[in-house]
């Protein structure tokens, strides 16, 4: 299936788009068991909390967003606690609801680590979606300008139709939607290096360590979004969203690389394929010489790899040694049985060269890995 097309999307206030009611609270002592749906804030299970009989509410075929920025389409009949915010629209049916759901939940890095996504914020937050064109390839203009200022209308039936092709894919229904990636390699051409013969090195001396911007999520825009925002996540390549322009911080290159310095994700290793902007407790790694995407996705894997056996989240956690003391092992330069030594010192003490090319080559005789540009 190829990429979507965003370029053409126009802004949506929620506030605007949605009718946005809130919640009622039922503690839990006063449900009373049944086969109504309670929503509430809860992380888990999309946020389905109980079944009760005796709801104060009811609504269906809505969204629902917590107060966490998680956002959810909930089709049927239910009820919500008042940390629920309710979003209705006319239009929305099982498949625009989840196209917008997830939409939605790009910004939810902007309520992460505590901070919490009230209403009265959450009714101007902006989003992107497709919009409706005339045939000669114009927006199509609503005059009662009944969802956005401008007048844009949201081009629900695209929606709907994209996400059913991903359903079908899902159910294996419609196979000439993906685009296949194939590859030449076999597991059998993996190059082998023996790693007895691999030597020590610190991080800081074969690249440029330093930390990232820090900039707190909820500081951040994205009216008109220029650069990825990278954050301490597993996910995506650490990329949580897209941000406007920053005043008085300077983004990072493309090629350079990110790493997790603590959290859940700690020794998360990513390379930036855009320039970007950083979250708080990220640090950066720039190569002090010129090394190919295959070399460096090689050394993110090691560090990872690292920092599962030396370091601990919210414990021993990175901050203080990647830029300091952090050793791995990497493959050296040899003349046949022999190591070659650099008289220079230039990346270890003790004179060992990195061999960068068998890094390389070892990742491209990986399976697909003649598919990574």
Known sequence: MSVIDTSNWKKFVIGKLFKVTRGKRLIE???????????????????????????????????????????????????????????KNENLNKYSGLFIATVINKNKYKYAFGRKAFQNK???????????????????????????????????????????QIENIKDGKDDKLIDKITTVNKSKSVRIYDINKWKEFYLHKLFNTSMGNGIDAIATTNDNPKYNYVSRDSNGNGVVGFIDEVEG??????????????????????IQKVPF?????????????????????????????????????????????????????????????????????????????????????????????????
């Open 29 to 87: 002592e006063d449900r009373e068991n049944g086969m109504v749906f309670y929503f509430s804030a809860s992380q888990s299970n999309n946020g389905l909390t109980d079944k009760i009989s005796n709801p104060l509410f009811t609504v269906k075929d809505s969204l629902i967003y917590t107060t966490f920025g998680d956002c959810f389409y909930v089709e049927g009949e239910f009820t919500a606690s008042d940390e629920i915010s309710i979003l």
């Open 122 to 164: 959450f009714l101007d937050e902006i989003i992107n979606l497709p919009v409706k064109i005339n045939k000669n390839g114009s927006n199509l203009i609503d005059s009662e300008r009944k969802y956005s200022d401008e007048g844009y209308i949201p081009d629900w039936e695209y929606m709907e139709s994209y996400m059913k």
């Open 277 to 373: 902007y950083t979250a708080q407790n990220v640090g950066i790694l720039q190569e002090k010489e010129p090394l190919s995407i295959h070399t460096k996705l090689f050394i993110s894997t090691l560090i990872r790899n690292e920092c599962k056996i030396k370091y601990q989240a919210f414990g021993r956690e990175l901050n203080s040694h990647f830029r300091k003391d952090f050793t791995f092992k990497l493959p050296v330069l040899m003349d046949g049985n022999d190591y070659v030594i650099d008289s220079e010192k230039k990346y270890s003490k003790c004179g060992y060269i990195p061999d960068w090319k068998w890094m390389e080559n070892y990742i491209k005789s990986l399976p697909y890995g003649d598919r990574i540009e």
């Open 249 to 270: 911080q300077k983004p990072f290159p493309a090629g350079a690389m990110s790493l997790a310095l603590g959290g859940s994700f700690l020794g998360s290793c990513f």
